[in-house]
């Protein structure tokens, strides 16, 4: 900028001491020919009196001369000023003019040739142009000056600001390490609406996925290690009783009554193990096979369930109710019967007597919810949770003598999360159980 203006000024200074010049040569070449019409000879006297009057009608500039036959026949110029290579500019026929810097100032030389009476002058003009050289140098060390003062302001700016940028990155590189150390309760908590504030946000939000999901796998193995042990108990104790029995039998005092009647629990226990092993498979199979949900008619699964749930009921002689709204729903028929079939038998199971089992389907918009109600024992607020745990049995005691597993409900659990459902339990102590599942409407087309 600074270079750019510099040339501008100096530019308009050159050619206004270029026009200047040319003014002042005419008006000393017409001084001297005003001079010559009285004296026709040529003269050194003329050229002193020529440039004498100029100066009294204040045309005399501070720096000027006039050469005659090479030498100054008028002159005011410092003799300072004037040098081999200044002689060498007005000496030559040179049209330019020549900037020459001297004793620290600055100098412009015009010269030309001046043709009067048949005799050549040469006319030097010098004109200090310091000024502008002057300038630029104090706006350079005036922008120096600012330059230094906005870098510091800059260097400052930009260091607060760069605290300001890092400090969230530095707390969440440091988050990341705690967390990475095991602390999954560790949050960043930065509140800004600027880019680190949003990838904050997705860095706490993914601290929870991963807190979620290792507290997930924490209870899986936790699971996994209840279902080990209870399935371990399950097994032992007829193992046990099978063990016990067959060594009674082995024995040579065994009568025949205490045969028939260790043959016979041996039958029951391994009976009892054929069923657990059956349970185990299914709810196994539950986990590995993928199903397809399709439309199945509601009158379809209420002849079905009817046809394989009469032998039970007419062996208990119960209250049987089973009534549907008719329409399509979305699901797999087999595992849907086998639900339904868990959750009879469990309320069968429920009852001591006067045994009423209701199976209902009632259509809600797009929602069709099918419950199975009984009037049996009902089942306590604090343990409606831990009932779809496998092996998880209320009663030990009863549940042992009418061969239950503990498996029913987990499976019923299972096929209804495979249905994108939720087994839902409303219990009451000494008065029954309802247990629903919702599933999804087809349309009827």
């Not at 200074?13 to 040529?42: A, P, T």
């Not at 036959?69 to 410092?78: G, L, M, P, R």
């Not at 507290?215 to 399950?234: G, M, T, V, Y």
């Not at 069923?275 to 096979?289: C, H, N, P």
Request: aromatic content about 8%.
């Amino acid at each position: 900028m600074i270079r750019e203006n510099f040339k501008v000024s100096y530019d308009n200074l050159v050619d206004q001491n270029i026009k200047q010049y040319i003014l002042y040569r005419y008006s000393v070449e017409s001084s001297i020919r005003n001079h010559l019409e009285n004296n026709n000879r040529f003269t050194k006297d003329i050229i002193i009196r020529s440039m004498e009057k100029l100066g009294s009608y204040g045309e005399k500039f501070t720096h000027g001369g006039v050469i005659w036959n090479n030498e100054f026949a008028y002159s005011d110029i410092n003799k300072n000023l004037i040098d081999k290579e200044v002689e060498q500019y007005y000496l030559t026929d040179n049209s330019s003019f020549l900037i020459k810097k001297i004793d620290n100032k600055v100098y412009m030389y015009l010269g030309s040739d001046i043709q009067v009476s048949n005799e050549t002058i040469k006319l030097l003009n010098v004109y200090d142009i310091t000024s502008i050289f002057s300038e630029r140098e104090r706006q350079n060390e005036y922008y120096i000056k600012w330059f230094i003062v906005i870098m510091l302001v800059y260097i400052v700016t930009v260091i607060i600001f760069t605290k300001i940028l890092i400090d969230p990155i530095k707390k969440l590189n440091e988050t990341s390490k705690r967390i990475s150390n095991g602390n999954y309760k560790e949050r960043t908590n930065i509140k800004s609406s600027d880019e680190i504030g949003e990838l904050s946000k997705s860095f706490d939000i993914m601290t929870d996925e991963i807190e979620n999901h290792i507290l997930r796998l924490e209870n899986d193995i936790k699971n996994r290690e209840e279902f080990i042990s209870d399935f371990s108990h399950e097994l032992k104790t007829p193992m046990t009783s099978i063990m016990g029995y067959s060594r009674l039998l082995m024995t040579d005092d065994c009568d025949k009554e205490l045969q028939k009647k260790s043959a016979n629990y041996i039958y029951s226990e391994c009976k009892r193990l054929e069923l657990l092993s059956r349970k185990l498979l299914k709810l196994m199979e539950i986990d590995e096979i993928p199903i397809e949900l399709v439309s199945i008619h509601t009158e379809w699964l209420k002849e079905k369930i009817n046809i394989i749930m009469k032998p039970l009921i007419d062996n208990n002689n119960l209250i049987w109710i089973n009534e549907w709204e008719t329409c399509f729903i979305k699901g797999d028929g087999q595992l849907l019967l086998d639900l339904l079939k868990n959750l009879v038998e469990n309320g069968i199971k429920a009852s001591e007597k006067n045994i009423y089992i209701s199976i209902n389907g009632v259509k809600k918009n797009d929602k069709y919810i099918i419950s199975v109600t009984d009037r049996g024992c009902g089942i306590e607020d604090s343990q409606i949770e831990k009932i779809v745990n496998p092996f998880y049995i209320i009663d030990k005691s009863r549940s042992k003598n009418q061969g239950n597993t503990g498996l029913g409900l987990s499976i019923c659990d299972k096929i209804a999360k495979l249905h994108n459902s939720n087994l839902e339990i409303k219990s009451e102590l000494k008065k029954g159980t309802t247990i629903s599942i919702i599933l999804e409407v087809e349309n009827e087309e």
